[in-house]
């Protein structure tokens, strides 16, 4: 039964309070003009290598930020699942990882390993927002770093979009280069699961649900403003 917040509001049961959380999506960046281009096969090589090329900024800094939610969890159980993430980007054992995919993805569309390493794309404001998210992940409550990490819960979609529309819509790009978005469809459905029952778990009370909702819209407007950063520098 749902208990009264300290407002007096009545807390979501975890239904609701899922489907308030899947309601974000409607701010996801799948819905940003770029994106919408890229997914219709209007973008030039050069605006496809501009996106994959800042990208790589984020994507070099999940482990660091994953690394830093895992300083601030005291739960050892916790701990073991997620540095499942960091293994999954840096790579462990046999697989290369998500950061070797994502240069893959590089040279596939035509960028220079060295040139995708030495970051010198990556535009000021889509290096402002990673560092932003990072910082992010340090200074809060391990708990606000799992719910940021919730943007995966759109994920899928927008990685079985590009496999379907990229190689039809851009047939100079080498197949495959889309390793990456094919190997983060189960990967994300993963990741879900976990951060989703502590966000369930731990955000109870209502104003604690809305605190999650208001961590949530920051790390997709983090997303938001890297597309805004791309576009601006390759529209």
Not at 33 to 61: D, K, S
Not at 134 to 153: H, I, K, Y
Not at 183 to 212: K, M, N, P, Y
Request: proline share 6%; glycine share 6%.
């Amino acid at each position: 039964m749902s208990q009264p917040g300290p407002d007096n509001r009545p807390a979501w049961d975890e239904r609701e309070f899922t489907e308030q959380l899947m309601a974000k999506g409607a701010g996801y960046h799948i819905h940003h003009h770029f994106n919408v281009r890229m997914q219709q096969g209007t973008l030039t090589p050069e605006q496809i290598r501009g996106w994959v090329a800042n990208r790589f900024y984020y994507q070099i800094n999940i482990p660091r930020k994953d690394a830093a939610i895992m300083a601030n969890c005291p739960d050892r159980a916790t701990r073991r699942l997620w540095v499942e993430r960091i293994h999954d980007h840096d790579g462990h054992g046999d697989n290369p990882g998500g950061i070797e995919a994502w240069s893959r993805l590089g040279e596939a569309v035509g960028i220079d390993r060295d040139d995708l390493w030495s970051l010198r794309e990556v535009q000021p404001g889509v290096r402002f927002a990673v560092d932003a998210y990072v910082n992010f992940a340090r200074q809060a409550p391990w708990q606000e770093g799992v719910c940021s990490s919730l943007t995966e819960m759109f994920a899928p979609k927008i990685h079985k979009d590009r496999l379907a529309s990229w190689p039809k819509n851009y047939p100079w790009i080498e197949p495959e280069g889309l390793a990456y978005f094919r190997s983060r469809i189960s990967l994300a459905e993963r990741d879900v699961e976990h951060g989703l029952a502590v966000t369930l778990a731990h955000f109870r009370t209502r104003a604690q649900q809305e605190q999650a909702l208001g961590i949530l819209q920051f790390k997709l407007d983090i997303l938001w403003a890297m597309m805004d950063a791309i576009a601006l520098a390759y529209d």
